[in-house]
T-cell receptor
Framework: DGGITQSPKYLFRKEGQNVTLSCEQN?????MYWYRQDPGQGLRLIYY???????QKGDIAEGYSVSREKKESFPLTVTSAQKNPTAFYLC???????????????FGDGTRLSIL | QKEVEQNSGPLSVPEGAIASLNCTYS??????FFWYRQYSGKSPELIMS????GDKEDGRFTAQLNKASQYVSLLIRDSQPSDSATYLC???????????FGSGTRLSIRP
């Protein structure tokens, strides 16, 4: 079945530690996204990528880093510079038509990150 | 003004009634609009996409778009308890080439 796989489902971060969240898709989508969702809040865009080896900062990129070495994979690293990382992290993907990512996004099941 | 605005709710609707969820957006040239359903603790799932003015129906769901008023809505007919969730409105912002999500409306269907 085609879909988006995020791992792990739950993750705990110690003080000063970097952690990496995995996102893999087999939908053959060009674009991939990372969002952060805090309790009772909407989705805030962290980073997005429309093509391999290229990505752009979203609205809240500080304290996060990404890579896009393969079309299928878009890992997110939460660095120690992110002082309030506790949140629900969602990875999404979509097709790209022309130069626009105006097609619906499909989401993985998410990763819950907490501070130890 | 937020780019995509939704009433946070909760919106309480009796079972079997029509639930009406509303969303307004600020970018006048937006072309693509989406409704997602998110159950508590789960990820959003796409319910409807709508791209042109008017109504689009899919089963019990109808999306309505009025670009002149910068307004998109979602109607849920014959509401069921399983429809209780948060509904996110999302709009493609052409100038930024990205989708903007509203904060969501929490819907509760009471038996």
């Amino acid at each position: 079945d085609g879909g988006i796989t995020q791992s792990p489902k739950y993750l705990f971060r110690k003080e000063g530690q970097n952690v990496t969240l995995s996102c893999e898709q087999n939908l053959n989508h060009d674009a991939m996204y990372w969002y952060r969702q805090d309790p009772g809040q909407g989705l805030r865009l962290i980073y997005y990528s429309q093509i391999v080896n290229d990505f752009q900062k979203g609205d809240i990129a500080e304290g996060y880093s990404v890579s896009r070495e393969k079309k299928e994979s878009f890992p997110l690293t939460v660095t120690s510079a992110q002082k309030n990382p506790t949140a629900f992290y969602l990875c999404a993907s979509s097709i790209v038509v022309g130069s626009y990512s105006n097609q619906p996004q499909h989401f993985g099941d998410g990763t819950r990150l907490s501070i130890l | 003004q937020k780019e995509v605005e939704q009433n946070s709710g909760p919106l309480s609707v009796p079972e079997g009634a029509i639930a009406s969820l509303n969303c307004t957006y600020s970018d006048r040239v937006s072309q693509s609009f989406f409704w997602y359903r998110q159950y508590s603790g789960k990820s959003p799932e796409l319910i409807m996409s709508i791209y042109s003015n008017g109504d689009k129906e899919d089963g019990r769901f109808t999306a309505q778009l009025n670009k002149a008023s910068q307004y998109v809505s979602l109607l849920i007919r014959d509401s069921q308890p399983s429809d209780s969730a948060t509904y996110l409105c999302a709009v493609f912002k052409s100038s930024a080439s990205k989708i903007i999500f509203g904060s969501g409306t929490r819907l509760s269907i009471r038996p």
